[in-house]
T-cell receptor, first 109, second 110 residues
Framework: GQNIDQPTEMTATEGAIVQINCTYQTSGFNGLFWYQQHAGEAPTFLSYNVLDGLEEKGRFSSFLSRSKGYSYLLLKELQMKDSASYLCAVRGSTDKLIFGTGTRLQVFP | EAQVTQNPRYLITVTGKKLTVTCSQN?????MSWYRQDPGLGLRQIYY???????DKGDVPEGYKVSRKEKRNFPLILESPSPNQTSLYFCATGGNTEAFFGQGTRLTVV
C-alpha cells in the first residue's frame, strides 16, 4: 500500500528551529513536495525535492533521502506567522500526488 | 498572474440537489485534480485529469463526476449530494515541480 507519515502536532518557540519529519512508502517516486496551509485556506507550495540532499529557500529547507523514504522540512528563525499545518506529499509512479495528513505547528512567543 | 479559480467559495445545499463546483486555471497545465479535506484525514484525491478528455478516479470518487472538455476548466459535479459530502474541496493544477491550489470551496449538505 501507499503511506505517508508525519507527526500530528508540534510546538516551538518564536526564534527557534523546528524540523518536521515525513516518511513515505509509495509505488514509485517522482518527487516530494512540502506545502504550508493556514486554517481554512489553500495549501501553498514551499519546496520540491526529487534528488537526495538539501534544498534551501530562505528560512525554509527541505531534505530528501530516497533510499530511506524520508524527508524533513526545517524551519529556522520561527515567526508567529509560521503557525500552520505543513503537508508532505509524494508524487508516485502514476504522477498522482499522495498527501500525508499534515503536521500542525504552533509557535509560541 | 498564475491562478486557479474555484467557485463558489461557500455553498450550503440540500440533500439530492445537483450542484457543480467550477475550477479554472490560466497556467496552461495539462494536469488538474480535485481533493477533499476533512479533519484528521488530510487531503484525499477525488478525480484527476492528465489532459483534455482524459479523467481518472482518485481515492474517493464515489458520488462525484468530473469533465475535462477544455484544458483550462475542470468542474466537479455532485449529481445527488449527501451529508457525508460536506467538506472543504480544493482544485489543483501543476507542472512537474510545483502544484497550485484554488482557494477552496466549503460545501455543506443538509
Amino acid at each position: 500500500g501507499q503511506n505517508i507519515d508525519q507527526p500530528t502536532e508540534m510546538t516551538a518557540t518564536e526564534g527557534a528551529i523546528v524540523q518536521i519529519n515525513c516518511t513515505y512508502q509509495t509505488s514509485g517516486f517522482n518527487g516530494l513536495f512540502w506545502y504550508q496551509q493556514h486554517a481554512g485556506e489553500a495549501p501553498t507550495f514551499l519546496s520540491y525535492n526529487v534528488l537526495d540532499g538539501l534544498e534551501e529557500k530562505g528560512r525554509f529547507s527541505s531534505f530528501l533521502s530516497r533510499s530511506k523514504g524520508y524527508s524533513y522540512l526545517l524551519l529556522k528563525e520561527l515567526q508567529m506567522k509560521d503557525s500552520a499545518s505543513y503537508l508532505c506529499a509524494v508524487r508516485g509512479s502514476t504522477d498522482k500526488l499522495i498527501f500525508g495528513t499534515g503536521t500542525r505547528l504552533q509557535v509560541f512567543p | 498572474e498564475a491562478q486557479v479559480t474555484q467557485n463558489p467559495r461557500y455553498l450550503i445545499t440540500v440533500t439530492g440537489k445537483k450542484l457543480t463546483v467550477t475550477c479554472s486555471q490560466n497556467m496552461n497545465h495539462e494536469y488538474m485534480s480535485w481533493y477533499r479535506q476533512d479533519p484528521g484525514l488530510g487531503l484525499r484525491q477525488i478525480y484527476y485529469s492528465m489532459n483534455v478528455e482524459v479523467t481518472d478516479k482518485g481515492d474517493v470518487p464515489e458520488g462525484y463526476k468530473v469533465s475535462r472538455k477544455e484544458k483550462r476548466n475542470f468542474p466537479l459535479i455532485l449529481e445527488s449530494p449527501s451529508p457525508n459530502q460536506t467538506s472543504l474541496y480544493f482544485c489543483a493544477t501543476g507542472g512537474n515541480t510545483e502544484a497550485f491550489f484554488g482557494q477552496g470551496t466549503r460545501l455543506t449538505v443538509v
